[in-house]
Nanobody, 125 residues
Framework: VQLQASGGGLVQAGGSLRLSCTASGRTFSSYPMGWFRQAPGKEREFVAACDWSASSTYYAGSVKGRFTISRDNAKNTVYLQMNSLKPEDTAVYYC???????????????????WGQGTLVTVSS
């Protein structure tokens, strides 16, 4: 699975951005999908994830209520809608695909097998 993330950019605090991640392959609908981020000088951290049908989602506490993960399996694409952005949301955001029909997608990085190249989100104060 190859993943291509897009949609990053510069936004003012309080603004919104929508990230997209398009996957190659015909079995996208079987993969749990996630978003992680890495701020300068910090370790990569979990942001949001969903199962293969998006019937179940999971969020980091720092983004819950502000970010929404969704997916369109017909377009092989997962989205991250980010609202009420804060300067501390500044990071490179990575999309990732887990194990087909896997049950470890809530377990942090160990639950994911494929990673995209990242897209930079900068939130100015």
């Amino acid at each position: 699975v190859q993943l291509q993330a897009s949609g990053g950019g510069l936004v003012q605090a309080g603004g919104s951005l929508r990230l997209s991640c398009t996957a190659s392959g015909r079995t996208f609908s079987s993969y749990p999908m996630g978003w992680f981020r890495q701020a300068p000088g910090k370790e990569r951290e979990f942001v949001a994830a969903c199962d293969w049908s998006a019937s179940s989602t999971y969020y980091a506490g720092s983004v819950k209520g502000r970010f929404t993960i969704s997916r369109d399996n017909a377009k092989n694409t997962v989205y991250l809608q980010m609202n009420s952005l804060k300067p501390e949301d500044t990071a490179v955001y990575y999309c990732t695909a887990g194990i087909p029909y896997g049950t470890t997608w809530r377990d942090g990085e160990r639950g994911y097998r494929y990673w995209g190249q990242g897209t930079l989100v900068t939130v100015s104060s």
